[in-house]
């Protein structure tokens, strides 16, 4: 195995991630203070242009689903998609949620309900649990997704319809041209925000993951012990890498949605299956109409907290996918070739956040409704860890255990599925768009994407992660909306399918 050291884009981004991860292992206290600082910068200085960007992401692709474009397909005119609905489904929630959704599924409905987004609304009361809801669906629903989808789109549509490498920059050539200077620029910012973004969401798993240990077996909460997870997740989805992605990760997706159905139909089964029934339907109610406002929500006028919960929140989400999206753009292309553009647009935009949903309806709502009717204080726990909330919900369900247990397996194949998609990603990424890196290549970026998640969790944990997606996602913004414009001009020189004849009636 050979690895393309002479790759421009493979030497800068692994150079820098690899001088971040000895800075941070060497400092952390300072790398700690310094992220600070990045965070509250880019929060108060740019939340707005993370808000409105996204806002126009999911235009933008509305009106390109709605329009005549729909019907093109990612690939050849007579193109068949390569995978089922439901694998492609499995791999498009694996890959997007990570294990992101089952940390915040019931972490985040519940920190709502006593830490109210409004500064006018009391904390632990029914219109506190109801805005916790409509806010939790908002940050899982259509905007986070339409980050994904957008990058996704043009790779899939330059890579299958017009056998092009599937790099970030060649997306960008038709506004910026060919120059390999920007380029290589690109295509490393891109590599750089993925890294930070995939970090992120191993960092929320592995707390997770310890925090499931420390309820279940009394494992002590304690940074060693998160360092052993990463080792131990670190070799198994490098051995899941070395399979490819028709083996490792395609199974490790089917098991991953199968997983998540057994525990949401039993949690939805035991728990309290007719305010589930009503939160989500209520849920989705308000989150049709409050996603303007919600979506475009900002705090010049000093709101009392309202502006630090906003950059702790919302804009901790959008940079968050925004970092995601070179990775999760990447490879919801990789597994689309052969769905027509608005098959694509309909299904990354309405399916995953709908599970997303009906998820944190049965999660979030079982916790909120034992808060609220039964007076537990599953909230408090969660103020005081978060890591702890999916655990201590399930204390006040049948099969505890066997829930946390199952929960813990869940977690860990998420985060090996993500870091498996990533490793394939980065590689394709840092080999001229090769649908088939290297292993070498793949291996290298396992093991940075490791360190540096084990390098933030030292540094401050949660919101060393929280800073690392928010910085590194500020350029990557600016190159998503090249991405569209890029994508619109394209899409007009592109033919539109004949339309089939319609047989006539015999009289």
Known sequence: MKIHVRNPVFLISALIISILVIIGATDS?????????????????????????????????????????????????????????????????????????????????????????????????????RIAMGYSFFHWGVSQWSVFAIVGLLIGFLQFRKNKQGLISTATETVLGKNKTVAYTIDSLAVIATVMGIATSLGLGILQMNGGLQAVFNVPNSLWIQLVITGVLLIIYLFSSSTGINKGIKWLSNVNLGLCLVLLVFVFITGPTVFILNSFTLGIGDYLTNFISYSLRISPYGEEGESAWLQEWTIFYWAWVIAWSPFVGSFVA???????????????????????????????????????????????????????????????????????????LLIATFLITSADSATYILGSMTTNGSLTPPLAIKMVWGVLMAAIAGVLLAAGGLNALQTASLVAALPFTIIIFIFAYAFFIMIRREPLPERKPIPKKRV
């Open 29 to 129: 206290e300072r790398f700690g203070n310094v992220s600070e600082m990045l965070f509250e910068f880019t929060t108060t200085n740019f939340g707005w242009f993370y808000l409105l960007s996204v806002f126009m992401f999911v235009v933008f692709l509305t009106t390109l689903a709605l329009s005549k474009y729909g019907k093109i397909k990612l690939g050849p005119p007579n193109s068949k998609p390569e995978y089922s609905f439901f694998t492609w489904i499995g791999m498009l929630f694996s890959a997007g949620f990570g294990a992101g959704l089952v940390f915040w599924g019931v972490a985040e409905p519940m920190s709502h309900l006593l830490e109210t987004p409004f500064h006018n609304v009391d904390g632990n009361t029914e219109e506190a649990a």
């Open 334 to 408: 990789r597994v689309s070739r052969g769905r027509t553009i608005r098959e694509f647009i309909g299904g990354v935009l309405i399916v995953p956040p709908l599970i997303a949903c009906f998820w944190i309806a049965a999660f979030g709502g079982t916790g909120l409704h034992s808060d609220l009717m039964n007076g537990t204080q599953i909230a408090e726990v969660v103020i005081e860890d978060e890591t702890l909330a999916l655990f201590e919900m399930y204390n006040h369900l049948p099969l505890s255990s066997l829930l946390s247990v199952l929960s813990l």
